[in-house]
Structures are given as C-alpha cells and as structure tokens.
C-alpha cells in the first residue's frame, strides 16, 4: 500500500520551512501610555478614540500636538528628553476630575479591554506590543492607605504580556511613604516605583513631575544602544532631568543615606542631580528576591517571550526523536548566542522520561527543562582594606639593594 495518494509519474512535494526555529528577542522598546486628554481640542476630540489603542510616533508633532496641554503631552516631551525617538500605544481614558473615577477610568475592565487594558489590543490593533508601562500623575496614591490601582492593573497586564515592565512613582512625600507603596509590590517583579519626582524644564518653566517617565526612557535608551534588553541602564545619567524634588542623600560606603534605603526597599531614585539609581524592581519579599534585579528579570523574561512565537513552528508536527531534536538545537543555538552576549552564564537542556510518561506523549504533548542562570549587574563591590606590616620588610631591603648599588666602602647596610 502506499503511503501517499496514488500517481503514475514523478512529484516533488517541496518544503521550504527552517527546520530549526530562529529564537529572536523582539523588540521590547514600545512604550504603553494610558492617560486621559481633558484639554484635547473639539476638532480633535473624534480622532483619539476613547478606550483604544492609538499609535503616536514621536516624531509626528501634529499627533503630539492633538493631545492638548497637560500630562500626556508632557510625557512624551519628558521621554523626549532623554534622547529617544520611538512608537508609543497610547490608550485614551475618559477625563474626570474626581481623582478616584478618574484612576478607575485609567484602570479599565480586563474583560472589555478598557483602559489600560486596552494596551493588550495594541499587537492586533497597531502590531505594537509594549516592553513598559506608563501612567504618570496617577500611580502615586494610595487610595484609602492600600495598593494603587492603577499600578495593580499594570502588573497584571505585564505578567499576560510577559516581558514587560511597569514604571510607577510612589509618593514624594518621605521616603517612609515611598517605602510603604513599594510594599505593596513586594511579591511582584514587573514594577519599578521611583521616588521622587522630578525637576524638568517644560514650555519655557522649572516645572515638577513624575520621575517614571524618564526612568522608563533610560531603560529604552540603553536597549537601543545594545540593541537587546539585557544590559543594565542604571548609574547612568539622565538627560532630561534637572534634579529631584526634594533632596536625596548618597555617601559613597554608606549604607544609612536615602540612596540605598531607597533601593534596598524597592525603590528608584535620582542621586548626585541626575544620575539614575534604580538597580532593582519593588520584589522584597524573600520569595522572589532573587530576580530583584531588573537586569535579571527582564534577561529571563525575554527569553520566555521569545520562545513562545518562535518554537510555535513545530506545533502538529510529528512527536518522534527527530522534532525533539529539532527543538532542543532550537533552544541550545538560542541560549548560545545569548551566552555569547553574556546575558546568560550557562544553560543546560534536559528531556527526562519522568516529566513525559507514555500518556503525556500519546496525547501530542513534550515536557523539556530549560535550565539557565541570566549574568548579574555588579550592585556591592566590597574591597576589605587591611595593614600589610610586611610590606617595611620589602622597603627595607629595597633601601639596603639601593645602597650596594653606590659602591663606596663607607656605605653600607647592616641588619
């Protein structure tokens, strides 16, 4: 019998696909902004819809220029300030001037994809999938002493968007305060809090505001001049910022400064004027501190994105040594350039019986360990200072060796 449809002559059945699927990082530098437009013109009010993704290139004044006067359209001249040009999802929420309904109208409805939750529409609707999230002016409050809503909303939509991170600010007023928001997302590793806000020049004035967007910037910056996500954009200065709105304290080996009680409670700050002092996310909590670093959680993040899409080549094939092979050259050619970037230390791939029992396979299903450690940004350097009395011993003798050298008989060293 054979195996295909019968047929006298010769056919050629011609597959063309990539055998092995190529694991690239996608671009992760789309920033998601979800503000509302209260002093948007009447002539312009019909074409940013309410509740959709809209795309604002930042170098199309005309668009920037129909969001009207306010937070919005200083965001994007605060990310414009840090030296970057990119696409932006904007997501329009509807104004109100109580400030609980307007964050609940920023929040949005997971279900209708309303506010916020708009910005997962944003890969269909714009073929724009953002890499940060940005709501500044209303992720600070800490509506009856709990969690900020709208914060809450962006770590939920970072975990379905995988490798996304959420830029908020906490409240300016202490860094106790601040300490006590980041708490709040002490489990989480998609948010960073910054603290506190910023001195910016807009419009011809010294004007306060959210510090967020320019960390978000920063983090954008230094993708573009890698070219992947995985270097640290900390210790770096920012370009658009002036300084913090109130004063914080950073002594080199001190670890009592606002510096590093900031950090070290999960926040970013600003210090020495303008250089961004953000190593980690808000995760304090002793479960997932050990991705504390954004460096860290962004690197493994992106690699898990990546997978997704790529390996999606090899879904109906058959289930045999030759596909799982396929996949495993896939995953190690993947994790070998990435080593080569020095983003991860090592990897290993594992296919174990244990994990794919004979009912697993039968029903089209594969289980493989990933098993890799991302490389560390350096957050402690301790140098250990100590007395060498030793070291007079080798002064000694070098003085005695100088004295031989003069020859004279008079001259000499004794010990």
């Known amino acids: 019998m054979s195996a295909t449809t019968p047929f006298v002559g010769t056919r050629v059945f011609s597959n063309l696909r990539d055998t092995v699927a190529a694991i690239d990082t996608r671009d992760s530098t789309v920033i998601g902004l979800t503000l509302p437009l209260p002093n948007i013109a009447a002539a312009d009010n019909t074409k940013i819809p309410i509740d959709e993704p809209f795309r604002i290139s930042m170098d199309d004044p005309d668009t920037i220029a129909m969001l009207g006067p306010g937070l919005a359209q200083d965001t994007i001249n605060q990310i414009a300030s840090e030296g970057i040009v990119t696409d932006i999802a904007f997501v329009r929420a509807k104004a109100d001037p109580d400030i609980e309904k307007q964050i ?32 500044p002016g209303y992720t600070s409050q800490r509506l009856g002493g709990a969690a900020n809503p709208v914060a809450m909303a962006m770590d939920t939509i ?25 708490a709040d997302f002490a489990t989480s590793l998609n948010m960073v809090a910054m603290y506190p806000a910023a001195r910016v020049f807009l419009d011809g004035q010294d004007v306060v505001r959210p510090l967020s967007p320019h960390a978000a910037a920063a983090m954008v910056r230094r993708d573009k001049e890698v070219g992947n996500p995985f270097k640290a954009a900390w210790n770096r200065p920012l370009k658009g910022v002036r300084g913090p709105s109130q004063r914080i304290t950073y002594r080199d080996g ?150 031989s050298t003069l020859g004279g008989s008079n001259i000499r060293a004794t010990d």
């Open 254 to 403: 001190d670890p009592t400064s606002d510096g590093n009680f900031l950090v070290q409670n999960g926040l970013g700050t600003v210090i020495e004027g303008n250089l961004l002092w953000a190593p980690y996310t808000t995760a304090t909590d002793p479960t997932v501190r050990a991705y504390r670093q954004i460096k860290r959680i962004r690197t493994r993040r992106s690699i898990e994105k990546a997978m997704l899409r790529a390996l999606r080549q090899y879904m109906s094939e058959d289930v045999g040594p030759h596909l799982v092979q396929l996949i495993a050259r896939s995953l190690s050619e993947a994790c070998e350039e990435r080593k080569a970037l020095k983003a991860i230390i090592g990897f290993d791939i594992i296919y174990s019986k244990s994990l794919n029992p004979g009912t697993f396979l039968r029903d089209g299903g594969l289980r493989l360990k990933l098993l890799f450690e991302e490389t560390p940004g350096l957050t402690d350097l301790q140098i250990y200072s100590e007395p060498q009395p030793e070291a007079f011993d080798v002064l000694s003798a070098a003085i005695a060796a100088s004295l």
């Open 104 to 135: 609940g109208f920023i929040v949005g409805s997971q279900s209708q994809k309303t506010g916020q939750f708009a910005l997962l529409e944003a890969k269909d609707e714009l073929k724009l999938e953002p890499g940060c999230l940005l709501a």
């Open 158 to 182: 970072c975990s379905l968007i995988i490798d996304c991170i959420g830029y908020v600010d906490a409240p300016a007023t202490s860094r106790e305060a601040a300490a006590a928001y980041a």
